[in-house]
């Protein structure tokens, strides 16, 4: 025999093994899978067939005559958009608002529950727990409404504070140098603590005797969080900073346009807003798809990227 018969039988085998392994696993795990099966259909149903979709950014698209029976145009809205002179400030405000959530807001729910894991008393932890988590539950509007209570420049809290200290009252909402500042701001605050859900989950998975053999070793509490706690979610943090550079063309549409106004407007108006009024008031759906095509492939471009980035520093990555 051959040695290419041998290494084709070789694989015929190895297949036939597979599939035949396949079934008794599928089997004995059935109630694993149907588990999963809820997350599965979502996906399928809400994400995957939609994306057929995609096709009416090539379109003149009419909803009287359907996705197959449309014009074609090819790049014609990509061209449109690209060339059009709203496109640097769109990018410009949406990459400034996603790059302060980054730098600020991402390291808040690490530290958060680096400071929660050396809290002893579980009951007072538990009680801080709950606490943080509550604002995630609050609507964009709740949130809006309390930016506007606290921070309005005529009947704002904060304004009728420093009038009455004999200060001059700021104009927090209608001030472009602060919009940005204040959207992070309300980011954190909302949710910071429901971050930390994930990190206390995999600090939790740490094996306590690194802990005792390195206070054994006469470790004290910061060194134990540097040398263990930080090493052993490392994979989890790298994995999320992923995920997040893949959302970075994602800035909120809801809390951006609850906040902004005429007098923010060159520093709110972000893709979402831009779709929003494009595609939503004035119907121009193929264009804003190939917007919304636009950030779907940057996102896609920046997660492969870091991915590989990841895995060539020796990290797990996301795939």
């Known amino acids: 025999m051959s040695l290419e018969a041998a290494k ?23 109630f694993l899978y149907l588990l999963i099966t809820p997350g599965v259909l979502y996906f399928v149903i809400f994400k995957y067939i939609p994306m057929w979709g995609i096709m009416i950014s090539f379109q003149d698209y009419s909803p009287y005559l359907g996705v197959l029976k449309s014009d074609w145009v090819g790049l014609e809205h990509f061209t449109r958009f690209f060339t059009n002179p ?73 304004n009728m504070m420093l009038e009455y200290a004999g200060l001059q009252k700021i104009d927090f909402l209608t001030r472009e140098s602060m919009f940005w500042g204040i959207l992070t701001a309300q980011n954190i605050w909302k949710d910071t603590g429901w971050g930390t859900i994930i990190f206390l989950a995999a600090i939790a998975g740490i094996d306590p005797q690194l802990y005792e053999a390195a206070k054994m070793d006469g470790a004290h509490r910061i060194r134990q969080m540097w040398h263990i706690t930080l090493p052993g979610i490392r994979n989890v943090i790298v994995i999320l900073l992923i995920l997040r550079l893949g959302h970075i063309m994602d800035v909120g549409f ?9 007098a923010v407007a060159n520093v709110a108006d972000v893709f979402e807003t831009y779709i929003y009024r494009n595609g939503i008031q004035q119907g121009q759906f193929s264009y804003t798809t190939a917007v919304g095509l636009f950030k779907s492939v940057i996102g896609l471009v920046l997660v492969i990227g870091a991915n590989w980035l990841a895995k060539r520093f020796g990290e797990e990555g996301v795939y």
């Open 254 to 262: 809801e809390q951006v346009l609850l906040m902004s106004n005429g």
């Open 86 to 158: 709203s496109f640097f400030l769109l990018f410009r405000n949406t990459m400034m608002i996603s790059l302060l959530s980054l730098v600020f807001f991402f390291p808040l729910p690490i530290l958060l529950s680096l400071c929660m894991n050396e809290v002893a008393n579980r009951y007072f932890k538990r009680t801080i727990q709950s606490i943080v988590y509550l604002p995630h539950f609050l609507s964009w509007v709740i949130i809006a409404g309390i930016t506007f209570l606290l921070f309005s420049q005529s009947t704002g809290v904060v």
């Open 8 to 30: 084709s039988g070789s694989r015929t085998g190895v297949q036939v093994k597979s599939r035949s392994a396949l079934w008794p696993e599928l089997r004995r795990d059935k």
